[in-house]
């Protein structure tokens, strides 16, 4: 059956800031108390979307989550009304404050896996949003996540939303940032492609420096969940050491679409294998891999990692020409625009490269693809959607209407402490339900 990919960006929230939370990811810990411009983030990351929706493509809107969480904070102990709630986590544990204040649920790769129905028993498109365990801040998105996903994806003949896995060290899961679905149309059946950074069972290497955060137990259960063939599924365990250079999830280093796999010659353990195995399973389906492997002579992993080159979106136009979406810190890195200049004078399947400005996102790890949830669909499911989070040039006008009316242009650590934004975000995400006709989404509103 006909089917597209659609995109899903996180609408990057009013209380975006930089707190160091997530080590093991270089940008989050570089720039660590530095002054956000939320204001800036959610409109470079909405002009991303617009953009992509002008070449023809479904890109679809996720609303942030309420943040102060103060759940959270209520959940550590922290008692009184909301006010004195947020005074006294930011006076006795500012960290704590900082965590329950992150807009990280903007990286939506990280909300969810996702599963076609052209590859499950069932024919339905499956989702597990990603328990994200290993880190405080991210651990508190799933059960808002799993709302927003059963709010836009409610049909129960064409949806499942599966429960995020148990949150727990041996079951960490970080969704579609380590997934991969390679097929020779959307509308057919894939090899999905999981990548785990340990196992708890099957010890073997392990990163040494920083945490490896999926694990394969975890990537197994999901596959399980979605009902998915074992013949169509494959697993590769990401090399330890790149998770060591910052690589801490596999969608820094190795992007996927079609039949096409984009990668560093350093993602995998015993890559050759990777390869092979791959192959093989879309030999199976009567397709096949074509790899575009960029060797460490010619891009670093240091100079990867810092461009975010391998955090691009690999995207298929209506036209049928493949366009690489990639952050403007690839222009500014000599070895990665050289080899990006190469990639598309060639006869590869990459006909075009397409630079944003990301900058506010990029500063806490999160390139084009962190920003994009890729859920394909037929056009059945396309229109069981629901209808008001798809951009075009009317929802796109009322967006930065929107931010411009409630975002702050400049957010320090030191005005997390300030009961006021909490007010301010509420109004705002009121406000946004009504923009995207989502309903009472919020705890706030109900
Ligand atoms: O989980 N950064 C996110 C970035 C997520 C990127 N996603 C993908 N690679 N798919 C993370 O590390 C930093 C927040 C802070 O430090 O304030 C943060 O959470």
New binding site residues.
């Given amino acids: 059956m006909a089917a597209i990919e659609a995109n899903f960006d996180g609408l990057v929230g009013p209380t975006h ?6 080590f093991g ?1 270089v940008a ?1 810990r570089s720039n ?1 108390k530095s002054v956000a411009n939320p204001r800036a983030a959610a409109k470079q990351g909405l002009r991303k979307m617009k953009q992509l929706a002008d070449l023809g493509l479904a890109q679809g809107v996720l609303p942030p989550q309420e943040r102060p969480s103060l759940r959270l904070l209520r959940d550590l102990g922290f008692s009184g009304d909301d006010a004195r709630v947020i005074a006294r986590a930011a006076k006795e544990a500012p960290e704590l404050l ?1 965590a329950a204040s ?1 807009a ?1 649920a903007m ?1 939506t ?2 909300a969810a896996t996702v599963s076609p129905s052209a590859d499950t028993p069932d024919a339905r498109v499956h989702f597990t949003p990603a328990n994200l365990c290993s ?1 405080l ?2 651990a508190i998105e799933h059960e808002a996540t799993r709302r927003t996903l059963r709010t836009i994806f409610s049909a129960p003949e064409h949806f499942v939303v599966h429960e995020a896995l148990p949150g727990t060290p041996a079951l960490g899961d ?1 969704g579609a ?1 380590n997934h991969t679905r390679f097929c020779a149309g959307y509308g057919m059946p894939g090899v999905e492609f999981f990548v785990y950074g340990r196992s708890e069972y099957r010890p073997g290497l392990q990163p040494q420096r920083y945490p490896a955060r999926q694990t394969f137990e975890a990537s197994r259960a999901v596959a399980q969940h979605h009902g998915l063939r074992e013949s169509a599924t494959v697993y590769a365990q990401q090399n330890p050491d790149m998770i060591d250079a910052g690589v ?2 596999n ?2 280093i190795a992007v996927g679409n079609l039949q096409t796999l984009f990668c560093h010659e350093k993602a995998f353990v015993e890559q050759a294998q990777v390869y092979d195995s791959l192959r093989e399973h879309m030999a199976g389906l009567g397709a096949r891999l074509e790899v575009i492997e960029v060797p460490e002579a010619q891009v670093s992993v240091a100079d990867a990692v810092s461009s975010y080159l391998f ?1 691009s979106q690999l995207l298929l136009r209506p036209d049928g020409r493949q366009v690489l979406v990639v952050p403007q810190e690839c222009r500014e890195r000599p070895a990665v625009a050289a080899w990006l200049d190469g990639l598309t004078a060639g006869t590869g399947p990459i006909d075009e490269v397409l630079v944003f400005d990301l900058r506010e996102s990029m500063k ?4 084009p ?2 920003l994009r949830l890729r859920v394909v669909l037929n056009e059945a499911e396309r229109a069981a959607v629901r209808p008001g989070i798809w951009i075009d040039d009317a929802l796109f006008a009322r967006l930065d209407g929107w931010i411009e009316r409630h975002y702050r242009e400049a957010l320090a650590p030191a005005d997390l402490a300030d009961p006021q934004l909490l007010l301010e975000s509420r109004t705002a995400l009121d406000e946004l339900t009504q923009i995207l006709d989502l309903g009472s989404l919020y705890d706030f509103q109900r």
Wanted: charged share 15%.
């Fill in positions: 800031n930089y707190a160091g939370l997530s990811n989050s660590e900082a992150s990280s990286w790769a990280n880190k801040h991210r970080e940032a801490f999830h969608d820094v955090n806490n790890g999160g390139g693809a962190c």
